[in-house]
T-cell receptor
Framework: DARVTQTPRHKVTEMGQEVTMRCQPI?????VFWYRQTMMQGLELLAY????????DSGMPKDRFSAEMPDATLATLKIQPSEPRDSAVYFC????????????FGNGTRLTVT | KQEVTQIPAALSVPEGENLVLNCSFT??????LQWFRQDPGKGLTSLLL?????REQTSGRLNASLDKSSGRSTLYIAASQPGDSATYLC????????????FGKGTKLTVNP
């Protein structure tokens, strides 16, 4: 059963530290999305890749966040330096053909910044 | 700016009851609307996707309807079971400019045995 894999599942770090979250999309999917979920804001789109090229990262604070796809099997989301307000669950999702087809979500990385 | 609202935020029902979850959106210029399920500590699972030209979609005990002109969708769950307990989110894919899937904050459903 193909699934999106995210690591780590949980991360606790101190303010100012670098955080790297990884995502392995489903083999054959050509679109990858990073979402952040908080109680207050719900799900927010941070970045969106198609065929490994970034299409939209307007939801991401550019001064501290960066998203990349070094190859088709790996997507990364980095925060440097991290801040307490970054505490949230970060989800990766993959799909075929963009938003119009059903997205497959990973189980998320729960980030706590103290 | 598209806004998606789900009411109620939480719902508790006895097992066997039929129930309806509501979703409303402010901009009717959409490509599609999707319903997702989220279990605690898990990601989202896509349940149903309704294209803007469609009125409803069915999968098993689930039926989703779409009224684009009024900006509303409902998810009907027949004969609810404790295993249906989860948070249900709707999301709309907006037209124009850059495509974005905008999510509501969800309805947390508890089905009591």
């Amino acid at each position: 059963d193909a699934r999106v894999t995210q690591t780590p599942r949980h991360k606790v770090t101190e303010m100012g530290q670098e955080v790297t979250m990884r995502c392995q999309p489903i083999l054959g999917h050509n679109t990858v999305f990073w979402y952040r979920q908080t109680m207050m804001q719900g799900l927010e789109l941070l970045a969106y890749f198609r065929n490994r090229a970034p299409l939209d990262d307007s939801g991401m604070p550019k001064d501290r966040f960066s998203a990349e796809m070094p190859d088709a099997t790996l997507a990364t989301l980095k925060i440097q330096p991290s801040e307490p307000r970054d505490s949230a669950v970060y989800f990766c999702a993959s799909g075929w053909g963009g938003f119009a087809s059903p997205l497959h979500f990973g189980n998320g990385t729960r980030l706590t910044v103290t | 700016k598209q806004e998606v609202t789900q009411i109620p935020a939480a719902l508790s029902v006895p097992e066997g009851e039929n129930l309806v979850l509501n979703c409303s959106f402010t901009d009717s210029a959409i490509y599609n609307l999707q319903w997702f399920r989220q279990d605690p500590g898990k990601g989202l699972t896509s349940l149903l996707l309704i294209q803007s030209s469609q009125r409803e979609q069915t999968s098993g005990r689930l039926n989703a309807s779409l009224d684009k002109s009024s900006g509303r969708s409902t998810l009907y769950i027949a004969a609810s079971q404790p295993g249906d307990s989860a948070t249900y989110l709707c999301a709309v894919l907006t037209q124009g400019g850059s495509e974005k899937l905008v999510f509501g904050k969800g309805t947390k459903l508890t089905v009591n045995p």
